[in-house]
């Protein structure tokens, strides 16, 4: 089965700080994403990667960068963490897309105080 | 921005009872696909329906996809407690995957 794994289920970090939000699949997938969820909002993508290095903004990607040094890695940044920042962040992965399943990470639960 | 839209937001059923659920979208796809997601868990894939596609099966779920109207429904035939969960629609018209926002179902014992 694919496993996609999410470093750290809950975290609660300070106003300023910079946070890592990790990400790992085993399947080889190409395809990498991160999501944020929030009540009566659904899914909203912040970014995802093709491929190693490559990097596409999704539809919310201020306040937020990524990396993808390694295929089955994608980290999410969060260089000055604010509070409207407080959500659950969900990593995924998917060999290409179309017609192709999206795995998911469990989530992780971020609050920014 | 979102493609898919789910309607209702939320839908409580009793247990045996039937629960439909519907998705909308703006632009032509080529997939669609239903996705399941338990309270504080990450999504579940549960079915895909290609664009050429018009019905299609899987178990208790039945998934219907009208390109013309630009809209497909999910339908859980004899609905149990264990389907509780939120259920969201992903299109894939442009390389990536955008999500609706989701049905929450609860199906009550």
């Known amino acids: 089965d694919v496993k996609v794994t999410q470093s750290s289920r809950y975290l609660v970090k300070r106003t300023g700080e910079k946070v890592f939000l990790e990400c790992v699949q085993d399947?080889?997938?190409?395809?990498m994403f991160w999501y944020r969820q929030d009540p009566g909002l659904g899914l909203r993508l912040i970014y995802f990667?093709?491929?190693?290095?490559?990097?596409e903004k999704g539809d919310i990607p201020e306040g937020y960068s990524v990396s993808r040094e390694k295929k089955e890695r994608f980290s999410l940044i969060l260089e000055s963490a604010s509070t409207n920042q407080t959500s659950m962040y969900l990593c995924?992965?998917?060999?290409?897309?179309?017609?192709?399943?999206?795995?998911f990470g469990e989530g992780s639960w971020l609050t920014v105080v | 921005s979102q493609q898919g839209e789910e309607d209702p937001q939320a839908l409580s059923i009793q247990e045996g009872e039937n629960a439909t659920m519907n998705c909308s979208y703006k632009?032509?796809?080529?997939?669609l696909q239903w996705y399941r997601q338990n309270s504080g868990r990450g999504l579940v894939h549960l079915i895909l329906i290609r664009s050429n596609e018009r019905e299609k099966h899987s178990g208790r779920l039945r998934v219907t996809l009208d390109t013309s109207k630009k809209s497909s429904s999910l339908l859980i035939t004899a609905s149990r407690a264990a389907d509780t969960a939120s259920y969201f629609c992903?299109?894939?018209?442009?390389?990536?995957?955008?999500f609706g926002a989701g049905t929450r179902l609860t199906v009550k014992p």
């Open positions: 399947m080889d997938h190409e395809n």
């Open positions: 990667s093709y491929d190693v290095k490559m990097k």
């Open positions: 992903a299109t894939d018209a442009n390389d990536d995957m955008r």
């Open positions: 632009t032509s796809i080529n997939n």
């Open positions: 995924a992965s998917s060999q290409g897309v179309n017609g192709n399943t999206i795995y």
